[in-house]
Each structure stands twice: as structure tokens, then as C-alpha cells.
């Protein structure tokens, strides 16, 4: 200690008497003007430094001998400047942002983007729109080049399904979701009746319900500050066996530790309206009518709803459709059920308030918020959000922050679509003549179970009064994060986050059996409860030691050379509780509770262990050029026997070529490339073989489940290889086209041991087991430009565009059959070797009379061919009007588009006043369009209209449209081009901060903004992108009575103080 | 440095411990599902599987559905509406091939019911009651091994050393096995039935559950389908005199088949296989499909409508009503597809069956006196104004064989009897129960009349070969 203080008083004296001082201060700003913070001020080849102040202004000593500075900030270009006196000011230019971010997802630790080595996007905050849904995935949708993120409901609480990087699984393609560095739980919980029809070929387990709730829409969009996303194993490989999917990292807000304390309170409002597309419904009929022309029952009088139960009986179909012709003009009053049935201006309030601040080694940031938000068919969705952060240097290079979400949501939207299901009051609405009314009431008040007499099934209306889901979620995450740097090459980090979710689903069927019609509507008619409930907690803690060091300064080694060890160990546990109790048979009158009931129960858990260890070695070569190399290993308990580990190797390197050479013009240009595996888990317990257990009279029963598990079973490896460049560069000088950033990457993959139910021989008593049976092939392409076109001080124009294209096949199958899958009425595939992952399969119409089948079978024998002719293309019977199809199935379309691109542009005026729009544009897919085909059955689409012309007769023929329905077998008629392009947000926003000119308030901002405003499409149901299940592979592009999307207008409303 | 030093020991401790535990909280085991070999280790166990057994014959490939209504729609005893659901009418109309979709699932769902038998025959345990479900597994093995026989290979009476079926006796999801002849197939069903009612005991709770005498009366009908007619009579006597089973009264006949839940009174029922409120096929259940509540696509064929007295009481068990325009024959055998507290369960084996085969066996050993005794048993039970059959030679063959037509109709059997007789399946087109596609003639040479293999089998097994002319 003696020692050390007399050399410090030694060194002091030393400078004081050697070596002359000098003090400069200087402001630094950007190149509007505005100063600049943070910025790092240090005397070149010296660690003599300073950094600015919010003002933007430096203080710094140095010595005499000093020449030049160098400025260095985020985002701006590193400049030096000559110390001509004692004031120093500066203008930096910004280097272009996509190229100077620091970003941490797949590196491990934060790097700069200029010398990261695969594609990483990011997202900041004021890029994410202002959706009314406040969820990061709807948020993300066309933000990210080469992702295939989709709005596929407008159901409030479920997401966007999430496609990052072609298809590595058949099971889901939600990536993995980490929230500041801990993985958090984004899976997502039924929300309606359940339905078997995703079963995807994994056992029993995987039946999910088509309505979900979302433990991704959770998480409060107001609280985040950044996003980043990587999106493939070139990238993923950190994350081992679960980041084949890719990764979204989600950064929360922080406090800025500057003294201040800032308040921020957003308010907003909007008002949603269903987009009805092209949806057309037929203008004409074909039923037997009275002299008037009014359409007549089966007992010849004219059709009059019942006095007492409102319904209408059935009207009289021709004795023949052979000759019917939908010609005839309706003379009833016409209903627009498909328009009652939605909500007009359905209003949504969001509400948040930020508190933040900090002082020196604290920081701090709470925000609340509240979303109500009413659904445009069914219920509303209220969601309250608490998030607090607290960040503080307990010692020295010591720092721990926690961060603490708590949600609250309550959903009464859900379940209200289902294909195929009866009670699901979109698909009954889609459904009903045109002359019923579905809000028709009976004569003591209910609403009619369906107004025709007949149906079983039960209109929206009856629905809404007699059936109520309720979905209430209570979640905590808890993250913790320890760092520590007790020396300059070491670093040690500790995260561990917990998080807990308790969901209650709750369905209740009231008594029906005192209406009107006792024995019509939901089953079961004594009325039934069902609560759901469901409890997951999920742990993920994280153990990282970096090692790092500079050859020269630490090793003494004369070459330019930064390494970066990484090692870490990486822990998670999942604990999945579902308890179900069912009570079915009320009273006739209330309390409708399970008090009195037929009671069932059930219970399903579920745990799941997984944890690896990673190292990684990095090495930097001056601002050249990088190359890392690193390995992960993982042991899971759903591994199969053994549970031998699984290695994920992984290596990439960039080199800067624009360190070799001095140009105005790019500023910047890295070339990269990045190899890698990484994995997908089987199910947590597919490796065992396990007995299904199921009821038998009043007993319990156990029997081998049909589809046999398998005790080998593998982890799903993806492997994939990325190539790119990014570059910053400027267009000539001036104020236009200066900031210029392009990257481009392409890639190729291959996912090997994919699991999936293969057949086996039905006489050994199982159909099929699970096992790795499957490889799949992809490759793309992904570019993103961003342009500030100009710059001004009265005008400025950004440009962005962001551009995906890619394809996924099946590459191989182990046993070279092909897989079918789905069913009639809800879209059929089929899993084919070199066959696009997802393709439709089915049958088409014959195109010429002489067809033959692939056994060279002629289709129509030569003694018939004169029955036929063509129409429109297709073989039809000449007297029939039928249209004759092939019997063989085969590819009918790719739900898969082309390419999908957004463009993205924002001009500010005056600085006060700023205009975005974000365009999406989805090219080249295909939608199979089942409503349709449903709507054909019942002779209800718009095409009855249109007259054909069969042998020599042209009118709008019944049995030509209804043959085409082909008792509801995929065919080429309901396929439809399913491109679109949507003008996703329109935001108009004016900062009257000034105007107000108050002390106390130094953020005013109103907005008014739309979404999805208008679409293009040649799309014939009501809206294109809501055709898909969520992040199933295998189901995209099937329309069955989809709940469209909406269209929204917002008045917004920013104070900060 | 010595700080440094700290930190990195307690790393490297860290990561040791974290490193050494793992194979311990690795092994989680499912919660709520029994691993195979801890399954049937003891007696209750053992009972669990033998629920799960039953349970699987009661889907809707198997006697929920399938199996009795092919029976009946692919004879002459019931036809389907022009309205209908598009159900069955591959079969009905003679058209299917191998990827058909219900040959394909009996198929698989009947050999899951003998994998869950095999699992039961082979467990090791040694309980006071393992015998006894030890032989009702063998007795379930044997009757699914009778059904995949009958309709997916030639008839024993018509060639017994065609091909079978494959004979799987344990379970292994990897096997490939190949066809054993009809013969061998028969065979191990006398086995386990022979074993089955040396192991059974003769009580049970109710018919929903395999007895002694069970087994007895299906050794009969395996019997009669293999022209064995001594042992047929033997077992059917043995039945008749010490099963304890009676016929209701005719006045009783339509209450009887309106009851929905099994019996214990040895009243008609010797076996069949249980639906109740809750565990039942629901849309997909037997009765949907008979029932004009439910799909109500199969009606009662006005030729074998027309065969009844109408002083015989199984003219109740028809309602005369109106689909598709047309007056039709609708089965009343299964009336609960409405009901809330019980749905219908489905017979495989009653009473009326062991007599009917007691009176062909003492026919066809000359015994013509008892032939006609036992027919006219029941006959007369069923029709108390009948004078009784008087007809000798051929014509009490004829009258025996019209009469099961007449008794088991609805229950499956009477496309199983044309099989094995060797006849036509010949529908007689009255009041246009038939349209113009549907076949009226099959006959008994027409490959159609065994099922092909399922694709899905001779895909997945290359050591099983398809029956002719698929």
C-alpha cells in the first residue's frame, strides 16, 4: 500500500514537473446540429480520454505534446480532429445504422455489427409501429428481410405466425423468444374448442384447439426498447438444441443513469373494422318458387319464418338439378349476415405511463400499462402489464439488474372459429341463405338456434348468448443478470430468469333445453362447464466467462490481435401442469356452475430438462478481419436412449474491404460468411413407450397408443450455411442520397432426422412410430436497403426495403413413401420426396376427354367420349353438366410466395411533422380457399352466377358449379393466387413540443395512424393472410371460414416530462 | 490476483457440479402414462388392460360400426339412402380397392385389439384371477382373428389353404409378417378359444364381459364356418344345456333391444360390447347410422321386410317411415343414438345365434328332428302364431339359413353366412331400394368379395402378397 501511494505521488509529481498540461473543451454535434452525447473523446495513440455530456460539451487534459483527437461514438464515423487551440468543436457524421449497431444475439457478447459475421436484424423502438395489438409479433411483421411473418387471425391475444428462415421442422416454426438474454415461454394456449385436425403426426399429444392465446402477446410492446433477430443454425448454433428455429431477443427499457427523471405517457385509441376483401356471395338462386317469384318450402307455400321459433323451413329444391339454372332474382329481403356478425369500429384503449431515470451506478425504469382492446366478432381482450428494471454497480465493475414483468390479461374472444365445426359462428354465418336472418329472435327472446329448420348447426347470435370462453392468464418473469469484471480480460456474467404462468380457460354451454327448440343447439343441450387449467414454469439460467485479450498489450505479441473465449453453461427446465375439470347437466336456471353437475376430471404434466455447455474462441485482427470457431453441447431428457449428448459444431469470419482502401463513396463494406447446427428438441416425452390411459364404463383402462413412440429418438439437426455483405455508401455529395446501407445474404440449409409418425405394417398392431424420418432442403435469399434519400433541414426521406425469397423441400423420406396428410373439408397435403414442404395435393378437372391415368388407364372409355365436351378448360358431361375430375392426386399449389418485400418510407418536414408508411408486398403464393369450396356445396358462392356454356346452351348451370365442389376433395378450382399487397401502416405524427412551449414537458407528440388500410389482391375470400395454422409447416394457405384481419384507424397521444 | 484466482476456482467448481449431476435429472419419466414394462406387472394392471382390450373393439372399424354393418349393407338385408352422408358406399357399391379408407382401418384398428390381447396372454402374472383374464384376451384374440379371416381372405369352406391373414401372437412394432393360410389362421382361433374356456370361469358382471360360456358358444360359430358340424353341435349343446341362456317373450322383443346397457340375466345377450353416456362413438356410433336422428344412411332392405310375418314380433323391430322421398324399412334395432343416459351397445353374440347353429349342425348330420326342434325354438318364440317349420331335406336348409337372415339381421352376420355358404350375394330390387349403380348380383367368385389388403399393410410389410384381383 506504502509502496503504491509513493509511486502515485511519484507519477504525480512526474507530470506535474515533466510534463507540461493543456485543458480543450469543445461541443460536439450531429450534422443537423443537435448535440451529441456519449461520444468518447481520446488523444490519439494515448488512453488519455473524455467523453461528452447530454449538452454534448468535453473537458479533457492533455498533454502539451497531444496533436490530434479522435471521436468516436455509436453510430458515427470515427474522425480526428487537430488540436488547433484550446476550443475543439466538431460535426460527426453517422455511419449508416444497420453497420454500427452493437448487437449480442448469436455472438454471445455485445459486438459491434461491423464485426459480426452473419446476419443479425435489428428492430429499434421508434421503428416498431404503433399496432393497437401491442405485440412484438404483430410488430415485427415485414421488419424483417426474409422472414415469413404473417397476421394469420384477427383474433385478439393470438400471434402472428412466425417463419424465419425456410422449414427446419414439421412440428412449429415459433423461434426461440429471449428476453435480455433469458429465454422466456412462447408457446401458446387454447382458446376454444380443441381440435384433433393439427394432430402433426406426433401421437396424441399434439391436439391443439384452432383458436389460441399467445404467451409471446404477453409481453408488453411499450416496454421494449430493441429487437434483435437471427434467424438461422448458421447463427443459432450459441443456442444449441433448441435455435434451429431461429431467435428473437427482446431488450426492455432501461433507465439512463444521467440524474434526470424522465415520464413518458402514451395514450391511444383506435376504432377496427373487418377486412371483407372480395368475399362475394351468389346474387341469384335456383329454388322452386310461387307465381310472384317468392321461393316456396317443400310443402308449396312460401317460405315465412314460424311465429313462435323463428325458423324457416327449408325451400323447395328443383326435383332435378341437372337442369337447374341459378337465374332466378331473390324477391326476399336479403340479409348481410357475414357484415352483422362482425363489429362495427370495435374500440381499443392503450394506455402506458414510463417512469425512468437513474443516478451514477443506479438506473431505473418502470412503466405500467393497459391495453383494452374489443374483438370486431367476439369478447374483448384487456391486458395490464407492470414491468420494473432496476440496473445498479453494487462495487466495482460489479453489476446485477433485475427485471420483473407482470401481466395480467383476461380474453373473451376466443373460439370462434373451428373448420368443420358446427357451433363455430363464423363458419355457420359463411353458410346461411342469403334470405335468413342469423340475429333473428324466437317469440319469447332467444335468439334462433339456426333459422332454418334442419340445421343442426347454431348461428353466431345463439352462440354469443349460450356459450361464454374465458381466458384469464396470470404471468410473472423474473430475470436476473450478475456481472462482474474483476480484471480487464475477464468477465464473468450470471443470468437466471423465471417464468410462471397460471391460464384458465374456461367454456361454458348454458341449459338449452327450455328454449323453443329443446332438442337443437350446442351439444351437450343440459349445459356444460369446462375449466382448463394450465401452469408452466420454466427456468432458464445462463453461466458465461469471457477471456479476453489483446495480443499486444497483454501478451506482448507485435501483431494486431483482439481474442474473445467464451465459455458457458446453460440450464433449462420446463414444469407443465394441466389440470381439466369438466361439469356437464344445469339446472334450467342459474347459477351455471359446477355445483350439481356430472363432474369429469383430468390431468396432464409434462417436465422437460435440458443443458449445455458452449465454447466459443473469437479472434479480431485489427479492423480487418474476423474468424470465430466454437462448439455446443447439449444433454436433454427427451433425448433418446442413453442420453448421449448431441455437438453442435459452428465457425465463421468477415473481412472488411473497406479497410484496404480509402473512398468517399463507401464508407463501409464487409464480406461474411457463417456455418453452423443447431437443433430442434423431440417431445418431452416421445422417447418413451408409454400407455394411453382412457376411461371403460366406470373404469380406467391402458392400451398402447396406435402410434408407437420411439426410445431412439434423435434431436432435429439443422445445419446451414449463410453468405453475405453489408455495405454503407453515399451517392455523389450534398444532402441527398448520403447514408446509404445495402446487405444481402444468402443461404442454404438442410434439416436432417426430422421427426415425424412413419407407417408401419398395421398387423404388428401399431399404425406408425415416431422417429426421425425425414430431411428437409432449403436455401434463400434475403436483402435489406435502407436509403436516406435526402436530408434536409426542412425535409428528409428515408427509404427502406426489405426482400425475402426462399424454398423448402422434403429431401428425403426414410422410407421413400409419401405421407398424406389433412382431410377432406380442411385442405389435403402430402409429404413427397423433392415435393415443396406444404404443397396442396389434389385432384383437377380432366382437360381433354382422351386423359389417361398414370396407369395409361383411359379415364372416359371411347363409347362415352361423346357425352363430354370442354368447358372453360374442363371436361364436363355434356347432359349431366358435371365436371369430371382425375381420380390420382397431385401438387395443386405452393402456399409457399414467391418473395415477400416491404417497403418502407418516412419523410419528417419542418422536424415537426413526420409521415411513415409501411407497404408489404407477398408474391406468388397460394391459398387453397375451402370457404369456397364449402360455399359451393350449398350453392352460396357468387360464382352460381356465372352463366357456362354447355352444349350450346349458355346459363348459369347448378350441377356444373356444384360438381365442382367434388364432396369437398382438395381439387385446382379453389386454388387462387393468394399475392397481396397491403399497406400495413400509415403514421402521421406532429411533435407540437415547441408549440407548447412549457418547461416541464419536453415530448408532445400526436399521432394518427391506420393499418392495414387497403389491400390488393385477386384473392376471392376476405382476406389472404389469414390462411394458415399457427407456425404449422404443414398447414399454410388453407382458408376454412379464417377469421380475416382488420383494418384500423388510431389517434395517439405522447407527453414526456 | 489472488481475486482472479477465486473466481476461477469457483467457475471450474461450478461447472463440475452442474456437470456431474446430469444423468440423474435427466431420467423424467411421463407423469400421467404408464411406461410398457411397468404396465402389466400385476393383477390390476392386468385388469386395466383387459378395460382397454374391450374398449378398442367397440371403435367404430370394429363393432362400434364396421363390422356389423358391412355385414348387412354388403348382403341383402339393408341398403343406403339416396340422402345420405356419403358413407359406406364403397362398400355398398363394391367399388373399393386397396387404399380404401374402412377396409384399411379394421384392418389396423382389429389387429390393435390383438395387440392388446397379446399383451395380456403374454404378461407373466400369476394372480388368482390371470387366468380368467388371460381367457378373455384369448377369446378376443380368437374373435378378432375370426373377423380378419372372414373378410379379408377366402372362406374356410371354399378353399382352406388359401391365404390368410398374418398371425401376430406378441408384440413387436418392427415385425413383417407374411400371410398364414386360412387353415393355420383357424386353427390358432381353435386354440385360444380352447385355451380361453379351459382358463374362464362362467360368471362375469354383465355381458359385457367374456365368460366360459362365451367362449363357448363363439367355438360353435367358428365351427360352423369351418363345416365342422360335430363339433359345432357339440359346442352348441354344451351352450344350450349348460349356459343358462333363455329368449325373451316375444312381447318382450323391441323392449329388449331398447335397452341400451348390458345384461346380467342371461336373457338372449352372451356377449357384446358396451357404449354408454359417456364413452361411446358418438356421430360415428352404429346406431347414427342406422338411427333417422342420427345420419340415418342404412335402411332395412323391403325384401327381407317382406320375409316377416307379420304376426312375428321382429316386425317391431322395423318403423315405417319416409327418406328420400321414398317409404322405407327403418331399423329399430338400435333406437338410443338420442338418448342422454345410454347409447346402444352392439351384440356379437346372443342366444338366438347358438340355436340357429345347433339347428344347422343337427341338419347337416342328419338329425333333421332336432334340426327342426331348435329352429322352431326360436321361431316359435319369435312369432307365438306360427305352427312351426315342417319342411325336410334342401328346404329346411333354406328354411334354417332364411331364418338366421331373419333373427341376426342388422347384427352383421348375414353377409358372413353368404361367404361361407358359398352363395351370391343377390339383391332383390322392390319399392327402388336400390339405384342405378348399385350392383344387385355378386357373385360369390367376384374378387370383391373378400376385402384387399390394405395398401398401407403391403406398403410397410414387403412379405405380405394382396388377395386376386386387386
Known amino acids: 500500500m506504502k509502496k503504491t501511494f509513493l509511486g502515485l505521488a511519484l507519477l504525480f509529481f512526474a507530470s506535474a514537473i515533466l510534463a507540461q498540461t493543456r485543458t480543450i473543451t469543445g461541443k460536439v454535434t450531429d450534422d443537423k446540429g443537435s448535440p451529441l452525447s456519449n461520444i468518447s473523446v481520446i488523444v490519439k495513440g494515448t488512453s488519455i480520454g473524455a467523453t461528452t455530456n447530454a449538452t454534448g460539451n468535453y473537458s479533457l487534459t492533455v498533454p502539451l505534446s497531444a496533436k490530434t483527437l479522435t471521436f468516436s461514438g455509436i453510430n458515427f464515423t470515427d474522425t480526428d480532429a487537430e488540436i488547433t487551440g484550446d476550443v475543439v468543436n466538431l460535426t460527426l457524421e453517422t455511419t449508416g445504422k444497420v453497420l454500427d449497431e452493437v448487437v449480442v444475439t448469436g455472438v454471445g457478447t455485445a ?83 380443441l381440435s384433433s385436425d393439427d394432430n402433426q403426426g406426433r401421437g396424441t399429444a399434439s391436439i391443439i384447439s384452432t383458436n389460441q392465446s399467445s404467451r409471446l402477446s404477453d409481453l408488453d410492446l411499450s416496454n421494449i426498447e430493441r429487437v434483435e433477430v437471427i434467424q438461422g443454425a448458421a447463427a443459432a448454433t450459441i443456442y444449441g438444441a433448441q435455435g434451429a428455429n431461429g431467435v428473437i431477443q427482446i431488450f426492455t427499457k432501461k433507465g439512463s443513469r ?122 374483448d381482450y384487456e391486458r395490464t402489464n407492470v414491468s420494473l428494471n432496476l440496473g445498479t454497480e453494487l462495487f466495482k465493475n460489479f453489476n446485477i439488474r433485475s427485471n420483473t414483468q407482470v401481466v395480467y390479461s383476461d380474453n373473451t374472444t376466443g373460439g370462434i372459429t373451428g373448420q368443420n365445426n358446427i357451433f363455430s359462428p363464423l363458419n355457420s354465418t359463411f353458410l346461411t341463405r342469403r334470405y335468413l336472418d342469423i340475429s333473428q329472435k324466437d317469440s319469447i327472446g332467444n335468439y334462433v338456434t339456426h333459422p332454418e329448420v334442419g340445421s343442426t348447426s347454431t348461428t353466431a347470435f345463439y352462440t354469443r348468448q349460450f356459450r361464454q370462453w374465458r381466458a384469464e392468464n396470470t404471468r410473472i418473469i423474473q430475470n436476473f443478470n450478475l456481472n462482474y469484471k474483476p480484471v480487464h480480460f475477464l468477465e464473468i456474467d450470471y443470468k437466471i430468469g423465471i417464468d410462471n404462468y397460471k391460464y384458465l380457460y374456461s367454456d361454458l354451454i348454458r341449459y338449452q333445453q327450455n328454449t323453443l327448440t329443446p332438442t337443437l343447439g350446442i351439444t351437450p343441450l343440459n349445459g356444460r362447464l369446462t375449466y382448463d387449467n394450465f401452469n408452466e414454469t420454466f427456468t432458464n439460467s445462463l453461466l458465461s466467462v469471457y477471456l479476453r485479450a489483446n495480443f499486444e498489450k497483454d501478451l506482448n505479441i507485435h501483431i494486431p490481435v483482439n481474442s474473445t473465449t467464451q465459455i458457458s453453461y446453460d440450464y433449462r427446465k420446463n414444469r407443465y401442469k394441466n389440470y381439466t375439470t ?39 485482427y485489427g479492423e480487418l478481419l474476423g474468424v470465430s470457431a466454437g462448439v455446443r453441447v447439449d444433454y436433454s431428457s427427451a433425448f433418446g436412449v442413453g442420453s448421449d449428448p448431441f455437438v453442435f459444431p459452428r465457425a465463421d469470419a468477415y473481412i472488411r474491404l473497406s479497410q484496404l482502401f480509402d473512398s468517399k463513396a463507401i464508407r463501409e463494406w464487409k464480406v461474411r460468411g457463417a456455418w453452423g447446427k443447431a437443433g430442434i428438441q423431440p417431445g418431452a416425452y416421445d422417447r418413451f413407450i408409454t400407455l394411453l390411459s382412457a376411461n371403460f364404463g366406470s373404469t380406467g383402462f391402458l392400451a398402447l397408443n396406435t402410434t408407437a413412440n420411439n426410445p431412439f429418438l434423435d434431436v432435429e439437426v439443422s445445419s446451414e450455411a449463410e453468405a453475405g455483405t453489408d455495405i454503407a455508401f453515399r451517392l455523389g455529395e450534398g444532402s441527398s442520397f448520403q447514408n446509404m446501407r445495402f446487405s444481402a445474404t444468402y443461404w442454404d440449409k438442410r434439416s436432417e432426422s426430422v421427426i415425424r409418425a412413419i407407417e408401419l405394417a398395421p398387423s404388428t398392431g401399431v399404425v406408425s412410430i415416431i422417429t426421425n424420418a425425414i430431411d428437409l432442403k432449403s436455401n434463400g435469399f434475403q436483402a435489406s436497403l435502407d436509403a436516406d434519400l435526402i436530408n434536409r433541414n426542412k425535409f428528409s426521406w428515408d427509404f427502406g426495403i426489405r426482400f425475402g425469397a426462399s424454398k423448402s423441400i422434403v429431401d428425403r423420406i426414410s422410407n421413400g413413401k409419401d405421407i398424406a396428410l389433412g382431410s377432406t373439408g380442411a385442405g389435403q397435403f402430402v409429404l413427397k420426396q423433392g415435393a415443396s414442404i406444404g404443397a396442396f395435393f389434389g385432384f383437377r378437372p380432366l382437360r381433354s376427354v382422351t386423359e389417361t391415368t398414370g396407369k395409361g388407364e383411359r379415364y372416359i372409355p371411347d363409347s362415352e367420349i361423346q357425352n363430354y365436351e370442354i368447358v372453360n378448360g374442363m371436361v364436363v358431361h355434356k347432359t349431366n353438366r358435371t365436371v369430371r375430375f382425375t381420380t ?55 360464382d352460381f352466377d356465372e352463366p357456362v356454356t354447355i352444349n350450346g346452351e349458355t346459363k348459369a348451370f347448378v350441377n356444373f358449379y356444384n360438381s365442382l365442389y367434388h364432396t369437398n376433395n382438395a381439387n385446382t378450382h379453389f386454388v387462387e393466387d393468394g399475392s397481396f399487397l397491403r399497406l400495413r401502416e400509415l403514421t402521421i405524427s406532429y411533435n407540437f413540443t415547441r408549440l407548447l412551449n412549457l418547461r416541464f414537458v419536453n415530448n408532445a407528440q400526436l399521432s394518427l395512424s391506420g393499418r392495414n388500410l387497403f389491400t390488393i389482391t385477386d384473392y376471392s375470400g376476405m382476406d389472404p393472410e389469414a390462411a394458415a395454422a399457427l407456425n404449422n409447416p404443414l398447414r399454410r394457405g388453407v382458408d376454412v371460414f379464417s377469421f380475416p384481419n382488420f383494418r384500423t384507424y388510431q389517434l395517439g397521444l405522447t407527453l414526456g416530462f | 490476483m489472488i481475486m482472479k484466482k477465486i473466481v476461477l476456482i469457483l467457475i471450474a467448481g461450478t461447472l463440475l457440479v452442474f456437470a456431474s449431476c446430469k444423468k440423474d435429472f435427466l431420467e423424467l419419466s411421463p407423469y400421467d402414462q404408464v411406461p410398457q414394462d411397468q404396465a402389466i406387472t400385476d393383477e390390476a394392471g392386468m385388469v386395466a388392460a383387459v378395460n382397454g382390450m374391450y374398449a378398442q373393439l367397440r371403435s367404430n372399424n370394429l363393432y362400434g360400426r364396421s363390422l356389423p354393418l358391412y355385414g348387412d349393407l354388403m348382403a341383402d338385408n339393408a341398403f343406403i339412402s339416396t340422402t345420405n352422408s356419403n358413407r359406406y358406399l364403397i362398400e355398398y357399391n363394391y367399388t373399393f380397392i386397396s387404399t380404401n379408407a374402412f377396409s384399411s382401418a379394421t384392418w389396423a384398428s382389429a389387429y390393435n385389439a390383438i395387440l392388446r390381447a397379446n399383451n395380456i396372454i403374454n404378461a407373466s402374472v400369476t394372480s388368482p384371477n390371470a387366468n380368467q383374464l388371460k381367457g378373455e384376451a384369448l377369446t378376443i384374440r380368437a ?108 312381447s318382450n322383443l323391441v323392449n329388449y333391444w331398447r335397452n341400451a ?9 352372451i356377449f357384446e360390447i358396451t357404449s354408454d353416456a359417456v364413452n361411446n362413438n358418438g356421430s360415428n356410433s352404429l346406431s347414427y347410422f342406422y338411427d333417422q336422428a342420427g345420419y340415418g344412411d342404412a ?33 329399430n334395432k338400435y333406437p338410443n343414438t338420442n338418448s342422454a343416459a345410454d347409447k346402444d351397445d352392439t351384440k356379437v353374440i346372443r342366444y338366438a345365434e347358438v340355436l340357429l347353429t345347433l339347428a344347422e349342425a343337427a341338419y347337416r348330420t342328419n338329425d333333421e328332428v332336432n334340426a327342426r326342434l331348435y329352429l322352431n325354438q326360436l321361431a316359435q318364440k319369435r312369432d307365438p302364431s306360427f305352427t312351426g317349420y315342417i319342411s325336410t331335406g334342401a328346404a329346411l336348409l333354406d328354411d334354417i339359413i332364411l331364418e338366421r337372415r331373419k333373427e341376426l339381421a342388422f347384427e352383421g352376420m348375414r353377409y358372413l353366412d353368404l361367404q361361407r355358404l358359398g352363395q351370391d350375394v343377390t339383391r332383390v330390387n322392390i319399392n327402388n331400394n336400390y339405384v342405378g349403380v348399385t350392383p344387385l348380383l355378386i357373385a360369390a367368385s367376384n374378387f370383391r368379395r373378400v376385402f384387399p389388403i390394405p395398401q398401407d399393410e403391403l406398403d410397410a410389410n414387403p412379405n405380405i402378397g394382396q388377395n386376386n384381383g386387386y
Open chain 1, 258 to 379: 444521467s440524474g434526470k427523471t424522465t415520464v413518458t405517457f402514451n395514450s391511444r385509441v383506435s376504432i377496427d373494422n373487418v377486412l371483407k376483401g372480395n368475399m362475394k356471395f351468389a346474387e341469384k338462386h335456383f329454388y322452386e318458387t310461387d307465381a310472384e317469384g317468392y321461393i316456396i318450402s317443400n310443402a308449396n307455400i312460401r317460405l315465412a319464418p314460424s311465429t313462435s321459433t323463428g325458423q324457416t323451413p327449408q325451400p323447395k329444391l328443383p326435383s332435378s338439378l341437372v337442369n337447374a339454372v341459378n337465374d332466378k332474382p331473390y324477391r326476399e329481403r336479403l340479409y348481410d349476415n357475414l357484415g352483422n356478425v362482425f363489429r362495427d369500429n370495435a374500440t381499443t384503449f392503450n394506455n402506458s405511463v414510463t417512469v425512468s431515470g437513474g443516478r451514477e451506478k443506479f438506473d431505473y425504469a418502470l412503466t405500467l400499462s393497459h391495453l383494452n382492446q374489443e374483438s370486431i366478432l367476439n369478447g
Open chain 1, 888 to 942: 390420382e392426386l397431385e401438387p395443386i399449389g405452393d402456399p409457399n410466395p414467391k418473395f415477400n418485400m416491404t417497403f418502407l418510407n418516412n419523410f419528417t418536414l419542418f422536424e415537426n411533422l413526420s409521415i411513415g408508411t409501411q407497404l408489404d408486398w407477398v408474391y406468388g403464393n397460394k391459398v387453397y380457399n375451402q370457404t369456397r369450396q364449402w360455399l359451393y356445396r350449398d350453392y352460396l358462392s357468387a
Open chain 2, 261 to 269: 346397457g348390458p345384461v346380467t340375466t342371461k336373457v338372449e345377450t
Open chain 1, 582 to 620: 369438466q361439469g356437464t347437466g344445469f339446472t334450467p336456471f342459474p347459477p351455471n356452475n359446477l355445483n350439481g353437475t356430472t363432474a369429469a376430471i383430468a390431468e396432464a404434466n409434462q417436465d422437460f430438462v435440458t443443458f449445455g455447455y458452449l465454447a466459443n474462441q473469437r479472434f479480431e
Open chain 1, 111 to 193: 459486438t459491434s455489427k461491423k464485426k459480426v459475421a452473419f446476419s443479425v436484424e435489428t428492430v429499434s423502438a421508434k421503428d416498431l409501429p404503433k399496432v393497437p395489438q401491442g405485440s412484438i409479433d404483430q410488430a415485427l411483421v415485414g421488419k424483417i428481410p426474409g422472414a415469413q411473418i404473417s397476421s394469420i387471425s384477427g383474433q385478439p391475444g393470438q400471434q402472428a405466425a412466425i417463419l424465419l428462415r425456410g422449414i427446419n421442422t414439421l412440428s412449429t416454426t415459433q423461434p426461440m423468444i429471449l428476453v435480455d438474454g433469458v429465454q422466456v415461454n412462447a408457446t401458446s394456449n387454447r382458446n376454444g374448442t
Open chain 2, 299 to 331: 335402411i332395412g332392405a323391403d325384401d327381407l321386410y317382406n320375409k316377416y310375418a307379420d304376426t312375428d314380433a321382429r316386425i317391431g323391430l322395423f318403423i315405417t317411415g319416409t327418406r328420400a322421398g321414398l317409404t322405407v324399412r327403418i331399423v
Open chain 2, 143 to 250: 374373435l378378432m382373428y375370426f373377423n380378419l379371416v372372414n373378410w379379408y381372405a377366402k372362406p374356410y369352406t371354399v378353399d382352406p389353404n388359401a391365404e390368410g391373414v398374418p398371425l401376430v401372437l406378441t408384440y413387436d412394432a418392427l415385425l413383417k409378417p407374411s400371410r398364414a393360410k386360412v387353415s393355420e389362421v383357424y386353427a390358432q382361433i381353435d386354440k385360444d378359444l380352447a385355451d380361453a374356456f379351459a382358463s374362464l370361469t362362467s360368471t362375469s358382471k354383465n355381458s359385457s364381459f367374456v365368460t366360459k360360456y362365451v367362449a363357448r358358444a363363439l367355438q360353435a360359430r367358428v365351427a360352423l364356418f369351418k363345416g365342422d358340424w360335430a363339433a359345432a353341435k357339440t359346442f352348441a349343446q354344451d351352450v344350450v344345456a349348460n349356459g343358462g341362456y333363455t329368449l325373451t317373450n316375444a
